[in-house]
């Protein structure tokens, strides 16, 4: 198997990547929240499962994200999906500080901070693998 080595004026991230992929993040989430939205308004599915089913899909958007950002750099793949994943959760923060006057809770921004950090390494581990 060929490994890619970076080219000497490559840089060391590649910040459009990352961004890029935070971009592809954000479209899967609303996507698929669309239609897990779609799903719980014409199913009899309870709102019980819905804390699960949103972490699953975060976890995919980022997943996704950093193996986009981790693809496009060709290198240092932790590095860029744990970027990916640290600017979702920064968004995140940013629209719970924002759409939730009562202020932030600590534990479910820690648990949105694991599964940021968690789904953007092992995209951006997957994006450089496959």
Partial sequence: MAVKRPSPTRPALDFTG???GSAVAVAIALIGSFFLGMIYHFTGLTE???PLSASVILL?????????AARR????GLFH????????F???WILMGIFL?????????????FICLVGGALGG???IAL
């Fill in 18 to 20: 990352i961004f890029r």
């Fill in 48 to 50: 019980s499962t819905l």
């Fill in 60 to 68: 995919a958007g980022v997943f996704c994200g950093g193996f986009t």
């Fill in 73 to 76: 750099s060709g290198t240092k």
């Fill in 81 to 88: 999906g744990l970027g990916v994943g640290l600017i979702i």
């Fill in 90 to 92: 920064i968004l995140i």
């Fill in 101 to 113: 006057p009562a202020g932030v809770a600590f534990l479910p921004l820690v648990k949105k901070l």
């Fill in 125 to 127: 581990v997957a994006g």
